[in-house]
């Protein structure tokens, strides 16, 4: 079974800094997608960040972008000039491709927290 | 247009009773899934409906199910609640499984207590 770990429980930055979320999954599969989602207070899952295990060119959404490293099975999150909004739950998730299922198998999460 | 919504959204429960939750999924979307969040154990997949048909089920017992009826809406059912059942309850909802470069939804959630 397909697993993801978050070996970060919390973090923390400052305003405008730069910081790094750590992802690791395993799985056997060679195709698959992974995403980085936010969970602000209001629990509302939010779309971060998607990556498609065969492009090799790291996904990049404005201040958000990752480093997605195939052969260790590694998906970070490197947020860019950190703002006040950004503190929220980060989850990296998983998802199997072929077979229609949208199944998301989720880290256990890395509450950030910035500081003004 | 109107997100994923879940309803209710905050409600408390007796051990032993049960629950129905309900989620109305984007319009025209047309894949829900259901996830449990609990302090403990994290996210965890429950099941997925599309075409009003179970795809996918996780490791939970029979006393959770759930159904899609034919406009998408999806209901989750847990029996006999139990303390352990306390949680976040999230639905997702797509336009169709495992398309490729699907956006998967969330909801605000349902927040369940069982005392």
């Known amino acids: 079974a397909q697993t993801v770990t978050q070996s970060q429980p919390e973090m923390s930055v400052q305003e405008a800094e730069t910081v790094t979320l750590s992802c690791t999954y395993d799985?056997?599969?060679?195709?698959?997608?992974l995403f980085w989602y936010k969970q602000p207070p209001s629990r509302q899952m939010i779309l971060v960040i998607r990556?498609?295990?065969?492009?090799?060119q790291n996904a990049t959404e404005n201040r958000f972008s990752v480093n997605f490293q195939k052969a260790a099975k590694s998906f970070s999150l490197k947020i860019s000039d950190s703002q006040l909004g950004d503190a929220a739950m980060y989850f990296c998730?998983?998802?199997?491709?072929?077979?229609?299922?949208?199944?998301?198998?989720f880290g256990k999460g890395t509450k950030l927290t910035v500081n003004p | 247009k109107a997100g994923v919504t879940q309803t209710p959204r905050y409600l408390i429960k007796t051990r032993g009773q049960q629950v129905t939750l309900s989620c109305s999924p984007i319009?025209?979307?047309?894949?829900v899934s259901w996830y449990q969040q609990t302090p403990g154990q994290g996210l965890q997949f429950l099941f997925e409906?599309?075409?009003?048909?179970?795809?996918n089920k996780g490791n939970f017992p029979g006393r959770f199910s759930g159904r899609q009826f034919s406009n998408s809406r999806s209901e989750m059912n847990v029996s006999t609640l139990e303390l352990g059942d306390s949680a976040l309850y999230l639905c997702?909802?797509?336009?169709?499984?495992?398309?490729?470069?699907?956006?998967?939804?969330f909801g605000e959630g349902s927040w369940l207590t069982v005392v």
């Open positions: 998730a998983y998802q199997a491709t072929g077979g229609g299922s949208e199944k998301l198998v």
């Open positions: 319009s025209g979307h047309r894949s």
């Open positions: 799985t056997s599969e060679s195709d698959y997608y």
């Open positions: 997702a909802s797509s336009l169709v499984p495992g398309s490729s470069g699907n956006t998967i939804y």
């Open positions: 409906y599309f075409s009003e048909t179970q795809r």
């Open positions: 990556q498609e295990a065969y492009k090799q």
